[in-house]
């Protein structure tokens, strides 16, 4: 089946620097990838909708020159969190689209920002 | 706003039992609702999904209940076993934008020997 790797599955940087994490389509072509931030025992928050080769879409309240999303190919989406805080701590998790109502996560980055 | 409220928030099984999530959505717009499985460190994935044309759908022992009357969806997991134990999200999206998703807040099961 379709398989979206994400990497890095962990990461610890310090305060102030910044963090990519990627995400690939392995066996079929992505025109669009989601981002999903989740906070300990919380739901799945989407931050945006990328596609490739235009701007991201943001959703209200994500700050869109903290959270750069780039998808420059079919098969590659990044996620960079600028001047990371520790409150920028959390599980993010990118997701694909196969077509109408079909989606496929990756297996999420925990990022730990000290 | 929460736009699928979900419940229980946790729920504890015996292994052999019936494990029953209940979701409710307010916008009649939604017209596709899948559940996700998530294990602790791993993404979600894909369980089982209806759309309100049907009342049930059936998947092994995964079952979804749809009451489109009553905007409630509900998820039955029969013979639940150790291994079932993950936290579960029900979801919601619309027609006109059928990728973008509302989840609902999770509900952690734990399935005991």
């Known amino acids: 089946g379709a398989v979206v790797s994400q990497h890095p599955s962990w990461v610890i940087c310090k305060s102030g620097t910044s963090v990519k994490i990627e995400c690939r389509s392995l066996d079929f072509q992505a025109t669009t990838m989601f981002w999903y931030r989740q906070f300990p025992k919380q739901s799945l928050m989407l931050m945006a909708t990328?596609?490739?080769?235009?701007?991201?879409?943001?959703e209200q309240g994500v700050e869109k020159d903290k959270f750069l999303i780039n998808h420059a190919s079919l098969t590659l989406s990044t996620l960079t969190v600028t001047s990371a805080h520790p409150e920028d701590s959390s599980f993010y998790i990118c997701?694909?689209?196969?077509?109408?109502?079909?989606?496929?996560f990756g297996s999420g980055t925990r990022l730990t920002v000290v | 706003q929460q736009q699928v409220k979900q419940s229980p928030q946790s729920l504890i099984v015996q292994k052999g039992g019936i494990s029953i999530i209940n979701c409710a959505y307010e916008?009649?717009?939604?017209?596709?609702f899948p559940w996700y499985q998530q294990f602790p460190g791993k993404g979600p994935a894909l369980l089982i999904a209806?759309?309100?044309?049907?009342s049930e759908k059936k998947e092994g022992r995964f079952t979804i209940s749809f009451n489109k009357s009553a905007k409630q969806f509900s998820l039955h997991i029969m013979d639940s076993q150790p291994g079932d134990s993950a936290t579960y999200f029900c979801?919601?999206?619309?027609?006109?934008?059928?990728?973008?998703?509302?989840f609902g807040s999770g509900t952690k099961l734990n399935v005991k020997p």
């Open positions: 916008n009649t717009a939604f017209d596709y």
């Open positions: 990328s596609n490739e080769g235009s701007k991201a879409t943001y």
């Open positions: 979801a919601a999206s619309k027609r006109d934008n059928f990728n973008k998703f509302y």
């Open positions: 209806i759309r309100p044309d049907v």
């Open positions: 997701s694909a689209s196969l077509g109408q109502y079909g989606y496929t």
